[in-house]
């Protein structure tokens, strides 16, 4: 049972440059985020997705995009990248309205 | 609007003292689901407790304890004999039921260490 998997573990990009975080679940959860971690400062919702086919913006989503084409796959995008972005990113998933999350391990993003 | 407020940024302690965590909510939902987590030094997130709205009973899982009080809006996490192990950040957060989404609003942790 593997659970939240997200990938890369790390990243530095450059200025300007795109990448994709990956994450993908295999409990058939229909609920999914990304939560971005700064130091201080918790997790902000920057992303969500009620089910396949489906995407809302959260608290802080400009410089991202999401999509869901799959129930698994919750991929995250961020184009054009900027130091703002350095953080650590969270992916989640939950099966029902208020039974908590399943995160995924994190990926620790670097932008220079 | 939904708030969660950690006011104890970091707390120190020895081992085998008890300390309590304190987290203070806001919510206009009757209806509504409150959850601690912890981040250990590792970095992942590890869930420890849910409890709705409607159950204020407190509840003890061996060496942690929470206290729900819905009259003041808050939901403390007190860990007793605290161990090196303990030592993490905590996060409170809230979902209200109504908007159906399970959005989390984290408040911004209290860092605990507990020296041997």
């Known amino acids: 049972n593997a659970g939240v998997t997200q990938t890369p573990k790390f990243r530095i990009l450059k200025i300007g440059q795109s990448m994709t975080l990956q994450c993908t679940q295999d409990?058939?959860?229909?609920?999914m985020y990304w939560y971005r971690q700064d130091p201080g400062m918790g997790l902000k919702l920057i992303y969500y997705s009620v089910g396949a086919g489906i995407t809302d913006k959260g608290e802080v989503p400009n410089g991202y995009n999401v999509s869901r084409s799959t129930t698994e796959d919750f991929p995250l995008r961020l184009e054009l990248a900027a130091p703002s972005q350095t953080s650590v990113y969270f992916c989640a998933s939950s099966f029902l309205a208020g039974y908590g999350y399943t995160f995924g391990s994190g990926t620790r993003l670097t932008v220079v | 609007a939904q708030k969660v407020t950690q006011a104890q940024t970091e707390i120190s302690v020895v081992e085998k003292e008890d300390v309590t965590l304190d987290c203070v909510y806001e919510?206009?939902?009757?209806?509504?689901?409150l959850f601690w987590y912890k981040q250990p030094p590792s970095g992942e997130l590890v869930f420890l407790i849910r409890r709705n709205s409607f159950d204020e009973q407190n509840e003890i899982s061996g060496r942690y304890s929470w206290n729900f009080q819905k009259s003041t809006s808050s939901f403390n996490f007190t860990i007793t004999a605290s161990q090196v192990v303990d030592s993490a950040v905590y996060f409170c957060a809230l979902s209200e039921a109504r908007s159906n989404t399970d959005k989390l609003i984290f408040g911004t942790g209290t860092r605990l260490q507990v020296f041997p």
């Open positions: 919510t206009r939902d009757t209806t509504y689901y």
């Open positions: 409990m058939n959860h229909n609920y």
